[in-house]
T-cell receptor, first 112, second 115 residues
Framework: SQQGEEDPQALSIQEGENATMNCSYKTSINNLQWYRQNSGRGLVHLILIRSNEREKHSGRLRVTLDTSKKSSSLLITASRAADTASYFCATDADGATNKLIFGTGTLLAVQP | DGGITQSPKYLFRKEGQNVTLSCEQNLNHDAMYWYRQDPGQGLRLIYYSQIVNDFQKGDIAEGYSVSREKKESFPLTVTSAQKNPTAFYLC??????????????FGPGTRLTVL
């Protein structure tokens, strides 16, 4: 079952531009995480935002969370060609275990 | 070097054969997970383990088996009962178990191809 759905499915921008990806989910959560995956590699954790937080920053990353709309966004500012990757949001599966449910991802291509 | 390793990186299997994918972590994490990823798709949970000698089925456990005899190791066996095993398999670990989800640390993955 898919908890998170990312939008858009694919995004192509020029270096220096900002990239925004959105994630919608269905049930209440404790936290939401964003991960990055380079082609053919494992996932790398980017940022975790808790349900009582509205915004969080990490370097060029900015994540927002709107629990009333059950949505989150990931903003990458001043993008670089090295940011080219797939980006996934992940949310709690249930309250009893440390399970995550991943969305289908946004494929970001940053053109040099 | 702390981290999570998977081997082999590429694996080829003939139909009807069982194969075992290795996953080892030296992060002293309690929880470990196996995911399957198909092209252009997200991750789907196969099995997870929160403690040694215990594991639970995920969303797509049919045709797979696991063991957790040591904290550091969580091997996945893809059996001949798995009808469509060609996929990218990812192992992950996290520091603590539920109820609040924690950051997961991923290995580099094993790409399994059935010939």
């Amino acid at each position: 079952s898919q908890q998170g759905e990312e939008d858009p499915q694919a995004l192509s921008i020029q270096e220096g531009e900002n990239a925004t990806m959105n994630c919608s989910y269905k049930t209440s959560i404790n936290n939401l995480q964003w991960y990055r995956q380079n082609s053919g590699r494992g996932l790398v954790h980017l940022i975790l935002i808790r349900s009582n937080e509205r915004e969080k920053h990490s370097g060029r990353l900015r994540v927002t969370l709107d629990t009333s709309k059950k949505s989150s966004s990931l903003l990458i500012t001043a993008s670089r060609a090295a940011d080219t990757a797939s980006y996934f949001c992940a949310t709690d599966a249930d309250g009893a275990t440390n399970k995550l449910i991943f969305g289908t991802g946004t494929l970001l291509a940053v053109q040099p | 070097d702390g981290g999570i390793t998977q081997s082999p990186k590429y694996l080829f299997r003939k139909e009807g054969q069982n194969v075992t994918l290795s996953c080892e972590q030296n992060l002293n994490h309690d929880a470990m997970y196996w995911y399957r990823q198909d092209p252009g798709q997200g991750l789907r949970l196969i099995y997870y383990s929160q403690i040694v000698n215990d594991f639970q089925k995920g969303d797509i456990a049919e045709g797979y088996s696991v063991s957790r005899e040591k904290k550091e190791s969580f091997p996945l066996t893809v059996t001949s009962a798995q009808k469509n095993p060609t996929a990218f398999y990812l192992c992950a670990s996290s520091r603590r178990t539920g109820p609040i989800t924690d950051t997961q640390y991923f290995g580099p993955g094993t790409r399994l191809t059935v010939l």
